[in-house]
């Protein structure tokens, strides 16, 4: 069994054998090659990104929702920097001088940890969400420069002319994330605020957001700089490396422990991560996505 | 000697008897019969209000300011209501519902207290005042729903702007309050917002502030709904007399052990209070606000 | 469709229309002729207060318990005042002076958000519940001031003896609220204190309650202020509506676009809410209450 | 030069020698024999505790003060508990079942210390001092579960009634501590409650207070549970020494490096600790309470 | 029906009558003896160890895990002190000198309740579990000295370094604990440092843990101070027994209105409780553990 | 009268006349041209950070203190990042994964804004000082997630061993910083741990450090990464323009109304900063820096 954090590079395709099991994150919807490669290569192919439980949880992906929402109220306050291109505002103000204030679109993992270390950095921050559950334990559990607010476009323009931040965290696992705000709404903002679009690995939720790397972070559009960096973790390997064995090592050794057969039918969460079984495909969006041949895992693991 | 908390009423004149020491509120620069009541009577007044130690505090003075203070930010939360006359807003929202904002003028004790309840009831609070040194002890220990702001009239009038309820905190003990808002300022607030004036014993910090009483408490002007009754801890009787006495007891004792004479040449503090000796006016400031003759009080006490 | 906040008026009836849908609350239970009226007109009358998910929670109603939550607060420290009838108590006390104790029955919606703005406020709080695990929750995110207890007639009478305000929070959606203290407990308590008792829309929870209006909220008994407001929300419409439409848009928008029929049909929180449907009454406890005809909802659906 | 915490036991007179400097505690004033053999040493005795400003303050005895406040709280616990002899309660109670009530008399370094620990531990905690001043800035910085009350006879009484546990806090550097619970007042205690008397060093602040030790360090008067250890700190020594070092070593290393008499003519605080110099008595109060010569430092340093 | 706290002594064994219901702790599959005297006795024996939730939750072991978690962080810093055995640190530090490392191995009831404590003493907290959820619901909750850890050997190890206090926190109910702390990781910690095994009534998880007393709780394996105090909340009865009464009373009113039988079909949790019913041993459990006839429930209440 | 941030630049020189007062920042005593220049255009010179009240206060330098302060902590976070050159760790953490550790060199006004953010971004924080009373006062206003250690070379290297960012911030108004921190000393810290020295405008207080740019802001050092920009709050020019202009203009005003002459006679702090008045050098520290004529103030004041 080989685990690893990214999927294989091309170079690495002649080194698998038949019968290995690779378990790291695949995101063969998106890579027909990557998919046929894995399957030619006779492997069983293990998907962190699709084990899922029955409640509809992805647990191996919630830590790094975790971290890329911590960081991105850190480089939201880093591109609001002069030199960063932005207005030159420090989120905290001081004695004096009135804190920024923070939008934070999306009150789910990465929305309430933005929303942590926004409030640390002491800024005055707002999270908008359509579930009012969800807000309501929002308001019970963060410090009182949170405030919460019922998402809606009105809303979501009201907060934009005023904010300095806005932190776009509004991702739904394994689907395209709503495009919440638009061109014309940036309008509304501030020259040189910021926003970070921390849903962009799922297609961004502002109209004007476009993939950036570590490397060329930033660009501007309608005046506003954006901060649209794909894999934000990687930034962090230290810190995501530890988080993500927290949650893939006990699906490690229940694998290593009983076999992938035996472990996938006595855990459904499991069995969701089984992409390719010694060649056949077992995953049906991905089979739909490139029109491959589909085979149920039950009639491979009996 | 006879302690109380209000001044002697004319009923009460013909009560005092040569010889007798009133330890209370007189306010004596402001009421020229009771002056002279007090001067004919031959009674030794000794005032809470003028009792002040070497470095200007008026210690009989601050419990007052902090019940006032407090008081403050409740009744901005009352008279917000509908059928007070408000604009029907809760200070604290709700979840989904963004909290009000309040605006205290003044970071003094009346204003820190202000802004400590304002905070309490989940209101977004921001506290201006001129000493940068004062806003910085606040940014130490205030919840982090509180923010500080130096005070000129352009931060006033930006903020002055969205506030829900403004707090009048710029008071000088014994000097007439400044004028900080004026009725043009007025005119940028949102109709059914509240002022509260706790200056108001002082003059007011209003242009537009005119004193009211418990039984008819608020009036508007330009939309905006005033709050401007004076004497306002008489409504906590229970917790203000509590408070006086805290501070009026060690006082009272030190004149009851050494007579009021000794008391008064071993602290200065004491020494300010007596307005009236044996019948003499001994406080400078009140007899020039009357024409009335002056004696110094080291004539006296020796 | 029509969408209000409250029910219709005798002077509205005649306006309405067949085939209108009005959503709004309609409480028909206790109003024979409303029901009779909008049986009548043949509209489709969807109130918000029957909307329950399936298990058992009423949403359309949340929102307003947490605004008469937190309002209960702020109602009791603005009549714990003297010329409001009560004993002249600061909630917060004073450095010096102790902060008063306050007593919040029932740890549900509307005594969590009472305890968070009494807490805030600076009263020593304590909450009593029945339910330990809510006990468990609030004693993990209050602030430290605020204390649990188990909810039974022994603790209660204990508590009653040195609180100085009473916020009744007893009470179960759709049903009468239990009397948790009664005329003889109420005689333990200090002259002067203060009951808002928040369960009135439903009965109240002390025997001593009976309904009173803002213009006229309290009335004393046993020496105690009792504030027993119906509606309280209404006194701060502004914060009201927001939450209302908060959570009544969706369902609006939900039947706007699906019609009421499909909508109630997908969801069954909804077609609980459905009360007459084109002259029908299809509404169980509505046709009970006052003996008229009951026609199933399934009936007239498909 | 020899650094100790303890004063030299008589084991060890034969060993110091003349010239040599001795910088420790010695609390001379309370023990004639060490008196004399320092004397008769010619050796020159520095004491930590008269080591004193220009505005009073003891700087090597605060860190003492400090750990011993927060030790008091955690001690309070303890003896609380059944087998200890207390009333078996836990201060923080758990879900359902009340904080117990902790009463600190005495609000400077020793009584802000317990209350920081008391407060951490869960209690409901009230501070009384007599500094009104102080009580503001306790009121600041403290969590919410304390409160503040003026301290007089009556205060402390009234909460004596319902304490858990009492923390005798009330002790002036270099003075007998006043008796601010007298026996009778005991009696108005809960059985097995429990008093910590932190002045115990200097007397204690009870009647009913006398040293014990940390091998056997309660006793019962009047049904509540006395522990009155003399030299708490030694039971951390661990965290005592290190806070010790961190105010003796900047001492140190001033009369290391300029010799005793020139650091002392520079440094008031520093003559001020010089108790002998050469085998000549030069502390005053230590002179008259053993009726031994007193010979002016003045004279000796030039 | 007797209600008790313990478990009948053999000297009580005599004086209880068939047709009586004992509710009290039983923990029969350790006592063979007790067992057949309750079987012989003919009562109905209804144990709280026994009764169980659906979903697996023990509702009457619930308080006394909180009391146990609570009281384990005042018993590590009182037995961290130099005459207790411990290495003499107070876990709050003072100011310049730092507060001590407290790590929590279990983050459920008895960890997070100890976690509060040792928190609020001022110590920089650790909790270390496997469950991620808990430990997001911890992070949300928990003061800001208290960091999550992912529970692993490696994990442990680290921070058993630096660790000043260990608290046990790893149990199941009903299930023996596992041990998590072996000899060997001992020896990594400092000298003197103290553990608190809470987990000791279920067998300890610690490799040297060993039952030990209130009356001589202490014992000193590998050079650290292990507390493994068997029953630690009867040192708090005071406590311990309103928390008990207040999950416990619910159930005795249930069983005094309707009888034991129709109680127990209606509450499946209750039925659980049943361990012998007029003689009859209802409990598998016990049954298995000492040889003995077992007889299903269903066949006795009918 | 000219106000500005910065000193003029040489291309500026030419437009000076006599008479013109310039209020800015000049640093003259590290600029000898500068110093020429001013001399001989005639100007009266009043420098930003030689203005100093009695008590040593420099009350135009302490809020670019401010701000610096609070950004050290938010550039830590951010040049921790890996394609920062940094070790790839994140200050918070996330659940299961521990915060990192950040130790504060220096607890002024730099460190304590610093501490600030730091504990704000959730990480675990130590501030380090040789003022006791100091760290007294942070220990009471300070979240608690900050500890505070005295300050001397043993700490801190222990310190270092476990930093992952530490902040310099020992700098004295007015003179050159300590260095604090060998090269060898950093040889004990992680490899891509954090530097950020805010005491480089005094020349820094690291024996690696050397002044960089916004631009180029970073380099390595024995595996540490530094940064060391010069003129900080020049990022964040809106917070820190506001910040400046908050304390300036009140002095300026000063100058405008009463003349600089008066303004300098009637306030120390003012005429402290007066550099050269008329072509005369009256600030003697410049004077003797470079060997130019001083002339007291009060010769051209008169």
Request: charged share 20%; aromatic share 4%; proline share 6%.
């Amino acid at each position: 069994m080989i685990m690893k954090v990214k999927e294989p590079l091309p170079s690495e395709f002649g080194l698998l054998k038949k019968d290995q099991i690779v378990f790291t994150y695949f995101h063969l919807a998106a890579d027909k090659p990557l998919t046929i490669a894995m399957m030619e290569s006779g492997i069983t192919a293990i998907a962190y990104e699709t084990v899922e439980t029955r409640d509809g949880k992805t647990p191996l992906l919630t830590p790094m929702s975790e971290v890329a929402g911590r960081m991105a109220a850190q480089e939201g306050a880093k591109y609001l920097e002069k030199p960063m291109m932005g207005r030159g505002i420090l989120l905290a103000g001081v004695p004096g001088v009135p804190q920024a204030r923070v939008v934070i679109i999306g009150g789910g993992v990465v929305g309430a940890n933005s929303a942590k270390i926004a409030a640390g950095l002491g800024a005055q921050v707002t999270i908008l969400d359509t579930n009012l559950d969800r807000l309501r334990y929002l308001d019970d559990i963060m410090p009182k420069n949170v405030g919460t607010l019922m998402s809606n476009s009105l809303n979501i323009q009201e907060r934009l002319k005023e904010a300095d931040l806005v932190i776009g965290a509004v991702l739904i696992p394994g689907a395209k994330a709503p495009r919440v705000v638009t061109r014309a709404m940036l309008k509304l903002m501030k020259p040189g605020s910021v926003i970070v679009d921390v849903a962009i690995d799922q297609g961004g939720c502002l109209e004007t957001s476009r993939p950036t790397t570590h490397a060329d972070p930033v660009y501007i559009e309608e005046r506003v700089v954006h901060y649209c960096v794909t894999n934000m973790p990687a930034a962090v390997a230290g810190t995501s490396t530890y988080a993500l064995t927290n949650v893939t090592l006990p699906y490690a050794l229940e694998i290593a422990g009983k076999g992938y057969a035996r472990a996938a039918r006595e855990d459904t969460a499991l069995a969701k991560g089984l992409n390719t079984v010694g060649g056949a495909l077992t995953c049906k969006p991905v089979a739909e996505a490139h029109g491959l041949e589909y085979r149920p895992l039950e009639d491979l693991l009996s």
